[in-house]
């Protein structure tokens, strides 16, 4: 039997604090809840999930660097970074492998500064606007460029 693809689901800055965050923006729901509902989705479909959140952003692009050798696909929320980070971009366009942007709040009906994202340059697409339901959109959607759906 061969191995589980591992997705690698990545969360910058301020996401620890989901659940008590503007909860009127972001949800109810805690990181730690999202992260269970991910593992549930994906093993479903066939895949691991490693999920992780940093505040740094040099913590995000050397685990986007280290991807290369141990994820099939990574899944991120860079958070506010989204909105700056040329160094994330960098890292990502160098991963190879299908990169899912993913937001709880649809970034487009916002301050006009969100509507602008380094790293959509670097994915195959984006999910905003369904709170923590778009990670598990992601996970599915990831499943399907892996090809690992029916495997599960
Ligand atoms: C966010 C949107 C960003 O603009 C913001 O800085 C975040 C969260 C989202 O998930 O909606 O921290 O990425």
Do not use: K
Not at 15 to 36: D, F, K, Q
Not at 83 to 111: G, K, W, Y
Not at 119 to 141: N, R
């Amino acid at each position: 039997m061969s191995e589980t693809p591992t997705v690698l689901v990545l969360n910058g800055p301020n996401l620890n604090m989901l659940g008590t965050r503007e909860p009127e923006i972001y949800g109810r729901e805690t990181l730690a809840e999202i992260e269970a509902t991910c593992r549930g989705q994906a093993e479903a479909l066939a895949l691991a999930v490693d999920f992780r959140q940093s505040n740094e952003e040099a913590d995000l692009v050397t685990w986007i660097q280290e991807a290369r050798g141990t994820a099939a696909g990574l899944i991120i929320n860079a958070g506010a970074y989204t909105h700056t980070s040329i160094a994330i971009l960098d890292a990502l366009q160098m991963c190879e492998m299908p990169v899912i942007e993913v937001h709880l709040s649809n970034i487009f009906r916002r301050e006009a500064f969100r509507r602008t994202s380094y790293i959509s340059q670097a994915a195959h697409g984006v999910i905003c606007g369904f709170g923590g339901h778009g990670y598990v959109l992601a996970i599915d959607a990831m499943a399907d460029l892996l090809g690992t759906r029916g495997q599960g």
